[in-house]
């Protein structure tokens, strides 16, 4: 199936290969469910030893550069973060050939000068949730990747410079509280995280992140601002037809964003040499020959280029 898939999509990244060009991995959130202006379309549902994606993949190209969209929630929005399968989307697009991820989600404003509309390049999580599989490892072969920086920040300048090119107003640096939902945070806990020092606030970017580090991929995220949380003293006037009204224009420039972004990572000659590409390189701690077989059976994508030196 990996083969097939590579084969068919000219310039693909081979797992094992750093040749560039890579492949741009798209995760869209809340509002995005599709990428416009693709060339050499096809939605395809990709196999994962871990279970279903949350949709097929859309392949195709931008400007010459190769592309794989998902969108998080499905089309039609049928998933919610509780029981998105982020251990199988991330593996998908590995298998897909990806090696970069842009990440698109809509989240709440946890300070006042982070207004409706724009969006934040976060380079820091606080990890709230509790119901999610985190990790690709566990019994059998076990390992520890490092998160202290959980974005890949070559990413977050092409990003940054994009989101300006596209005349939207962004914030670079922030950290997302991430809580495992469906239901939004209480007034006591919107003040707490303010307390903590977080920036802005959503459902969907952990353990999607700690995944693509164990993935070795590059994952940077767009936090697209659609209100204010709770603790705002205007939160309550808000009209449900208003927040909508945002999270479509916020689709619209995360659209624009896109476009833009893609010419610069593809002439990007230091994506190569990016650290987050070789994440596991000191991360496995279980001996060779005690290693689990079903185990490394179902990490070829994730962690194959480690498992087979």
């Known amino acids: 199936m990996f083969r097939e898939l590579t084969e068919q999509t000219e310039g693909i990244y081979i797992m094992g290969n750093d ?10 959130g809340s509002g995005i469910y599709d990428i416009e202006g693709l060339t050499n379309t096809r939605w395809e549902h990709v196999e994962s030893p871990f279970g279903a994606t949350s949709d097929a993949l859309l392949f195709g190209e931008l400007d010459g550069q ?16 509780s029981e998105i399968n982020f251990r199988a989307n991330i593996d998908a697009l590995k298998r897909a050939g990806v090696t970069d991820v842009i990440s698109v989600s809509a989240v709440g404003s946890l300070r006042e000068d982070l207004r409706p509309g724009m969006f ?7 990890d709230r949730t509790f119901a999610r599989e985190k990790s690709f490892f566990g019994s059998g072969l076990v390992a520890h990747v490092s998160m202290a920086h959980p974005v890949c920040s070559r ?27 469906p239901q ?13 020092g977080c920036d802005v606030i959503g459902m969907t970017n952990m353990p999607e992140a700690k995944l693509a580090r164990e993935a070795e991929l590059c994952y940077a995220t767009v936090a697209m601002v659609t209100d204010f949380d709770c603790w705002h003293p205007d939160h309550d006037s808000v009209t449900v037809d208003a927040v909508i009204k945002v999270l479509l224009e916020n689709a619209g420039k995360a659209r624009d964003t896109i476009r833009k972004a893609v010419p610069k990572l593809h002439a990007d000659s230091k994506a190569v040499s990016c650290s987050c590409r070789s994440a596991l390189a000191h991360a496995l701690v279980t001996a060779p020959e005690v290693r689990d077989p079903e185990m490394i059976k179902r990490l070829d994508a994730v962690a194959g280029r480690v498992l087979k030196s």
Request: net charge positive.
């Open 66 to 81: 190769a592309l794989v969209f998902l969108p998080r929630h499905g089309r039609g929005h049928k998933i919610p973060p």
């Open 120 to 126: 934040v390049i976060v380079d820091q999580f606080i």
């Open 184 to 196: 939004f945070s209480s007034l006591a806990e919107s003040k707490l995280y303010r307390s903590w």
């Open 155 to 181: 990413l977050g300048d092409h990003l940054e410079a994009a989101v300006r090119e596209a005349g939207v107003e962004v914030a670079r640096g922030g950290t997302y509280l991430v809580m495992e939902g």
């Open 19 to 28: 040749s560039r060009p890579g492949v741009i991995g798209i995760i869209g």
